[in-house]
């Protein structure tokens, strides 16, 4: 048999030895394997892991904390909606008082504006026929004068018969 470091002996009986020299080799080589796994992978391994349980732990808390904050804001703009309508419904209800109390006030101004338009036909109106009975007072006594001066041919004096005029425009005048 082949006789080896890393290989079983046979004992003269038949029996199977362990070798002591090639396990403690052995182990000692597991060991400074195991050391310079230790130094070279796993530690930077680990610091790796570190890190990137760290980030992962940082980014949850940037994530909840930006989920707070969007609540807050969402709640924030909720308020502020609700108060921007009312106060928009708030200015909708003055502007229709508003408009009610301008379109009575533009229709008192509008009906005191006609009854004294109305007012002022009315006196103007009376003016002018008392104008035109005057002038009409007027042609008539004229025409009657030279009617009857015609008439008359000149037996009244003019004096005489203006008077005799206006007394009768007079009388006429009670009559109505």
């Not at 790796?48 to 949850?60: L, S, T």
């Not at 101004?109 to 007072?137: C, D, G």
């Amino acid at each position: 048999m082949l006789t080896s470091s890393f290989v079983l002996g046979v004992a003269e009986g038949g029996h199977k030895f362990l070798n002591t020299g090639d396990i403690i080799f052995q182990l000692l080589m597991f060991i400074i394997l195991l050391a310079l796994l230790k130094k070279f992978a796993w530690g930077p391994l680990m610091g790796i892991m570190k890190q990137r349980e760290e980030h992962v732990a940082n980014e949850i808390e940037a994530a909840e904390k930006s989920r707070a904050e969007a609540s807050n804001l969402l709640e924030e703009q909720r308020a502020l909606l609700k108060e921007a309508r009312v106060e928009a419904q708030g200015l909708i209800e003055n502007a229709k008082k508003q408009g009610d109390l301008q379109r009575e006030e533009i229709i008192t101004t509008a009906r005191a504006e006609a009854n004294r338009l109305k007012e002022s036909a009315k006196v103007e109106i009376e003016q002018q026929k008392e104008l035109a009975v005057a002038a009409l007072r007027e042609q008539v006594a004229s025409l009657s004068v030279l009617i009857a001066s015609k008439v008359i041919e000149k037996e009244l004096t003019v004096a005489d018969q203006e008077k005799l005029i206006n007394d009768y425009i007079q009388e006429a005048g009670e009559k109505r």
